[in-house]
């Protein structure tokens, strides 16, 4: 996988208000918080945050599996390489909280087959 930013999926966090116009301009796929509808037509991955104090304490790596964000993006991409969706060209964000503006955040940050496959997009400005 190239390390190009120009090869990389731009997941972008889209302002409600903007979302319509967002998706008109291509093929885009959805990155959703819960089980929130899609605002419009594509793939959808969805995530769900883990219970607070869930999973080992220590945190240690062989331990901790993968954030539900990190999966949602993998199996949207692994669906796009397979084409079983259609080829989509951005990911628009939906969290439903500020956690889980943070989780995505975090995952694109941490995770390094992620940052491999997608890269964080300045916030669409809200109008």
Same mark, same amino acid.
């Given at each position: 996988m190239s390390s190009d930013p120009g090869s990389r999926i731009p997941v972008?966090?889209?302002?409600? $208000? %903007?979302?319509?116009?967002?998706?008109?301009?291509?093929?885009?796929a959805w990155l959703v918080q819960?089980?929130?509808?899609?605002?419009?037509?594509?793939p959808v991955a969805r995530f769900r945050l883990p219970v607070a104090g869930a999973g080992?304490?220590?945190g240690c790596v062989c331990c901790v599996p993968r954030g539900p964000v990190a999966e949602a993006l993998s199996r949207l991409f692994l669906a796009r390489a397979r084409g079983e969706v259609a080829f989509f060209h951005d990911v628009l964000a939906l969290p439903?909280?500020?956690?889980?503006?943070?989780?995505?955040?975090?995952? %694109?940050?941490?995770?390094?087959? %992620?940052?491999? $496959?997608?890269?964080?997009?300045?916030?669409?400005?809200? $109008?």
């Open positions: 972008r966090f889209v302002p409600v $208000r %903007l979302m319509s116009s967002a998706s008109a301009a291509g093929v885009v819960g089980d929130a509808p899609a605002p419009g037509p594509g080992h304490p220590a439903f909280d500020a956690a889980g503006a943070a989780a995505i955040r975090d995952a %694109l940050a941490a995770d390094s087959l %992620l940052a491999a $496959r997608f890269r964080l997009m300045p916030d669409m400005p809200a $109008r």
